[in-house]
């Protein structure tokens, strides 16, 4: 059974760095692309970066130039380097495992997700 745990999170000021880490500490799969989300009271679950099997890397709008997905495979284990941290990234941080190769943006198409952590970026 895949179990997926997030952490890192925590209070930093604006303009720091925090970095997220998600273990799988059960079942891996052959090929899995992992991503990362997060979700504000009362708003959708929301894409925030991806990595796909191959290593290919992908990241929202809102994040780019900021926030870098990296993985290590023998460990089980993506990260998610958070810098020039702003207090609208403030919210419940989500790391998700994909089976298969590709990634996407989508939150459907995630298969497993960890039970969250929470980053507060203070102004």
């Known amino acids: 059974q895949v179990q997926l745990v997030e952490s890192g999170g925590g209070l930093v000021q604006a303009g720091g760095s925090l970095r997220l880490s998600c273990v799988d500490s059960g079942r891996t799969f052959s090929t899995y692309a992992m991503g990362w989300f997060r979700q504000a009271p009362g708003k959708e679950r929301e894409f925030v970066a991806a990595i796909s099997w191959s290593g290919s890397t992908y990241a929202a709008d809102s994040v780019k130039g900021r926030f870098t997905i990296s993985r290590d495979i023998t460990e089980n284990t993506v990260y998610l380097q958070m810098n020039s941290l702003k207090s609208e990234d403030t919210t419940v941080y989500y790391c998700?495992?994909?089976?298969?190769?590709?990634?996407?943006?989508?939150?459907?198409?995630?298969?497993?997700w960890g039970q969250g952590t929470q980053v507060t970026v203070s102004s």
């Open positions: 998700a495992l994909k089976r298969g190769k590709l990634a996407t943006s989508g939150v459907d198409g995630y298969d497993y």
